[in-house]
């Protein structure tokens, strides 16, 4: 739980021409100003993996063509894994010439190699169980740029409505025990505002993988659990 704190002395809260108002606060109390933290960790019960294919061609008409080919075959191998077309998103396209620099002098061009193009997409799936299985058959179809998974909820609101009870009840310990503790007799909630952070998880670093060991073993993924954190801003008027 990380919290700030701050006391408003009862100053006037604003000037105008002619006269001074002040607000209901500095005649009636002091304001305490602070806020409460509660994260909430949990299953995720959805999960990403981004795949694509690279391509090289003399041509980029030709390299683009042989990407698409390519990419289609990933695409299918995951709607064959019961991944939605809603589901499926290009994540990235990049055409560019390649060049051989080496042992090239000053008075020499790079030698021109072709084309090279790469795609990718993401698929997410509600079937944490099926990321491994997933994965595999990705690269079987001829992935080879392989990243994720990124795990994460379907409604992180949802996950919070415990927490926003257990922020409020230690809030009012917390102003309870500051006015004690500076003489007043009570206080009184003036406001609360509400900031939440959701903390997935960092995604997996880039890697090629090889679609099954000798065992036929799908590739393992361990979910874990996802953070969500609800952050509360109170102020409380100290009553005497």
Sequence with gaps: MASGLA???????LAQQGGSTVTAATTQGPILSFSVSEEVRSRPDQATVGAGV????????????????????LIA??????????DIQTSGINLS?????NNRTDSQPPRFLGYQVSNSVRAT???IEDIGPLLDALVAAGGTNVDGPWFGMKDPDAQLVGARG???????????????LAGFRGVELVSISEG???GPQPPMPMARLQSMDAAGKATPVEPGQVGNTLTLNFQYRLVR
């Design 54 to 73: 690279t391509t090289t061609a003399p041509t980029a008409v030709e390299a683009m063509r042989q990407n698409a080919a390519a990419m289609d075959k």
């Design 196 to 198: 939440s952070f959701g």
């Design 125 to 127: 799936t509600s079937k």
């Design 77 to 86: 191998a995951a709607k064959a894994r019961g991944i939605k077309a809603e």
């Design 166 to 180: 257990t922020a409020i009840k230690a809030a009012e310990a917390k102003a309870q025990d500051y006015a004690r």
């Design 7 to 13: 006391l408003m002395a009862a100053t006037p809260a």
């Design 97 to 101: 010439p390649q060049y051989d620099y």
